[in-house]
């Protein structure tokens, strides 16, 4: 009796055993694509991580253009008046290394949108999104993925826009590099508003609400920006000047895009199950034409749709202008209400800021 109840259990924890294996495989075969994403993103992540030089051992090498040197020691400027001027939070992780890209694109983020509605596809990411939310994008290191990727949800009908990452962040999880590209393209007020915005993250960050995040991010990294440089350079430089017309060219674009995108928005709203294809895809890209249109006006970047005919193709779409929402539209909400509920005054503004989102 005591042998065959022996027998029984082997027997029950072998068809358990059997059960578990059959439930991990199932799920490995269910969750294939996300497994396999995971592991490309692990990987490109990791890359930029921790295939790094510390700081100290770059401003050491002889090797290394002084030029280079002098931007480094630039990001520590901008850290320093972040946090001691501005309060924003420090991280001992973020900026002490640096990741040489080798003249590569970091990654990739693809935003898919609707045809005929402003409204982007929300991409929710397993364990990940149960901790910061959704994301209107998604990205890539990978760039075969992302490209077949954007393919897949072009060929079933959507509007897609391939962009690439300015930064890495993990929100201080993992070790945040300087990248080379920061250090080789970017002006001086590019530069301190990256880091700015990314140091801004660290601080506050909004889930489930990846747009209000990210202007709110664009806003401080804005502000700071021009609020370092003008302590750096001087009210009465001809440097500081030039930065105050150049980031008034960036408004006037800025604020014609987000009319541009209100208007496709009231566009869409108009259209009937009844129109066909053509007909409301004439109506959208005659609309996106003139708004690029007047955007050349005022000297922003698409000079080559200056020409009397654009073919379609060469337009950027709902995707383009919701990449550009996700960072843009909320600047002048913000703008307001540093001024008229603050006096701007940035101390205030901030701990208000994270007792309403932190």
Not at 162 to 170: D, E, K, L, V
Not at 226 to 232: G, T
Request: hydrophobic share 35%; aromatic share 14%; proline share 2%.
């Amino acid at each position: 009796m005591l042998l065959l109840q022996k027998q029984i259990q082997k027997s029950r924890r072998k068809r358990n055993w059997l059960i578990a294996i059959f439930l991990i495989i199932s799920l490995l075969i269910w969750q294939k694509s996300w497994i396999v994403y995971f592991y490309q993103q692990f990987r490109g992540g990791y890359h930029v991580a921790f295939d790094t030089r510390p700081l100290q051992e770059v401003l050491q090498d002889k090797t290394v253009p002084d030029s280079l040197k002098k931007r480094i020691l630039f990001i520590a400027e901008v850290k320093k008046f972040a946090t001691d001027t501005l309060h924003l939070q420090d991280n001992p992780k973020v900026y002490q290394t640096l990741h040489d890209q080798k003249g590569k694109v970091l990654s990739y983020l693809l935003t898919v949108a609707e045809p005929y509605k402003m409204e982007a596809k929300q991409f929710s990411f397993p364990i990940v999104g149960w901790i910061i939310g959704d994301f209107t994008y998604k990205g890539f290191f990978d760039s075969t993925a992302a490209f077949q990727e954007q393919k897949y949800y072009q060929s079933a009908g959507y509007d897609t826009n391939m962009g690439t990452a300015a930064a890495y962040s993990t929100l201080g999880w993992l070790p945040e590099p300087i990248l080379s590209s920061m250090l080789l393209h970017y002006s001086d007020y590019d530069l301190a508003n990256t880091i700015i915005h990314e140091m801004t993250h660290g601080t506050i960050f909004v889930k489930n609400n990846h747009e209000l995040s990210e202007n709110l991010a664009n806003f401080v990294g804005g502000y700071g920006a021009k609020r370092f440089l003008k302590s750096k350079l001087g009210a009465d430089s001809e440097q500081f000047k030039d930065l105050i017309e150049s980031f008034g060219n960036r408004k006037k674009r800025n604020e014609h895009r987000n009319r541009g995108t209100l208007q496709l928005d009231s566009l869409y709203r108009t259209f009937s199950t009844n129109m066909s294809k053509n007909y409301k895809d004439s109506l959208k890209y005659a609309l996106i034409e003139k708004i690029i249109r007047k955007q050349d006006t005022l000297g922003a970047s698409f000079s080559k749709f200056s020409t009397l005919k654009i073919a379609k193709n060469d337009l950027p779409n709902n995707a383009f202008f919701i990449s550009f929402k996700t960072y843009n539209s909320k600047q002048n909400e913000f703008e307001l209400q540093f001024k008229n509920e603050f006096g701007e005054n940035f101390d205030s503004f901030l701990e208000y800021l994270k007792k309403k989102y932190n």
